[in-house]
């Protein structure tokens, strides 16, 4: 099976940027034909914060809206999320995985932290 490998977190201010990687040992695609990078912050729910089709649609939630980019290289193994203008809400453990489908969800990893002070 395709494990996927989250990094790129780290401690910014609010209003900074960082861009997290999620590097598949195969295609990222082969694990569902939507790719998602989702959030959680302590005593909260996991939510979802981007997604992309094999096509290249993307698709955001209202608080990612316009701040999130979520794309992949070229080879299809690596997926990304360009975060701008970050705000302390933004803190949270980020994980890649397959989006809206929880039948192709793979074990959750490590994520990467994201840490956003103010």
């Known amino acids: 099976q395709v494990q996927l490998v989250e990094s790129g977190g780290g401690l910014v201010q609010a209003g900074g940027s960082l861009r997290l990687s999620c590097a598949a040992s195969?295609?990222?695609?082969?694990?569902?034909?939507?790719m998602a990078w989702y959030r959680q912050a302590p005593g909260k729910q996991r939510e979802w914060v981007a997604a992309i089709w094999t096509g290249g649609t993307t698709n955001y939630p209202d608080l990612a809206k316009g701040r999130f980019t979520i794309s992949t290289n070229n080879a299809k193994n690596t997926l990304y999320l360009q975060m701008n203008n970050l705000k302390p809400e933004d803190t949270a453990v980020y994980y890649c995985n397959a989006a809206f489908d929880p039948r192709a969800l793979r074990p959750w990893g490590q994520g990467t932290q994201v840490t956003v002070s103010s």
């Open positions: 195969g295609s990222i695609f082969s694990i569902n034909p939507a």
